[in-house]
């Protein structure tokens, strides 16, 4: 087993980028969230909003609980006036270096369905992935000046 990059995009709403974040690290207050700030005066991007660092310990399935009462709360938050602006998150879970899984949740995906999609391609990722990457992912974030940890709403 092997621990997992999972990155996420929010999109059809009008949250700010680190909103669901927030939001899942209410809900999965163990989980290690992080955000992207650029550093002042650099013009940099980063095309999601947010990293979660998935251990090979963690509970996939508690995991995929956590995500879905975030979105859940997310597109309460934003209702849509369409389906064209409806609030979706886009995930995608990531082995290293080259393996991945996206996930889209929006208002016609189950809590069911997501959670087979989740735990079927996490399982899969973490039978290709490199068990020596095990910690070095969650370090690279954790020194990195531009990834800021997000903490549940009643810590620092």
């Known amino acids: 087993m092997t ?7 929010t999109t059809g709403a009008h949250g700010s980028s680190g909103e669901f974040a927030q939001l899942l690290a209410n809900e999965a207050p163990d989980l290690p969230i992080y955000v992207f700030r650029p550093t002042p005066g650099v013009i940099m991007g980063a095309a999601f909003d947010w990293t979660v660092v998935l251990s090979a310990a963690a509970n996939v399935v508690a995991v995929a609980g956590g995500i879905w009462a975030a979105y859940r709360h997310f597109a309460k938050k934003h209702p849509s006036s369409g389906a064209a602006n409806a609030p979706q998150v886009i995930l995608q879970v990531k082995a290293e270096p080259h393996s991945f899984v996206q996930i889209v949740v929006n208002n016609a995906t189950t809590q069911e369905k997501f959670t087979t999609q989740f735990v079927d391609g996490v399982s899969k990722l973490r039978a290709v992935g490199d068990p020596e990457q095990n910690g070095a992912i969650s370090a690279s974030y954790e020194a990195s000046p531009n990834e800021i940890r997000v903490h549940p709403n009643n810590e620092p």
Do not use: H, K
């Not at 621990?3 to 995009?9: E, N, P, T």
């Open 3 to 9: 621990d997992l990059r999972i990155v996420g995009i």
